[in-house]
């Protein structure tokens, strides 16, 4: 069975603003992409949707407020696997 090409995308979230993609690419690059994000322990999402439509996005492009729902889940996915909450979180 053939592999599909890797596409990948990197946000960048700062807590306050909207996230903003700060690296994408496929093939090669996006092989990169992952493999530095591995290495600092950055959470990686695989989900393939999202993935496609965020790479329709260009370097520094806010994300469009109908993916907010969805991009939000994930921040919140990778927030939980970093042991990280928000400054006003209460257990």
């Known amino acids: ?3 599909s090409t890797p596409i990948a995308v990197a946000l960048e979230f700062d807590g306050e603003n909207t996230p903003v993609v700060n690296a994408r690419g496929i093939g090669s690059i996006a092989e990169k992409i992952i493999s530095i994000a591995e290495q600092h322990g950055v959470p ?3 989900d393939k949707e999202l993935i496609e ?3 329709d996005l260009n370097l520094g492009d806010d994300i469009p407020e109908n993916l907010y729902r969805a991009i939000a889940e994930v921040i919140a996915f ?3 696997l ?9 257990k």
């Open 82 to 90: 970093t042991g990280k909450f928000p400054k006003n979180w209460k």
């Open 1 to 3: 069975m053939k592999q």
């Open 53 to 55: 439509v965020l790479s």
């Open 78 to 80: 990778a927030y939980i």
């Open 44 to 46: 990686l999402q695989k």
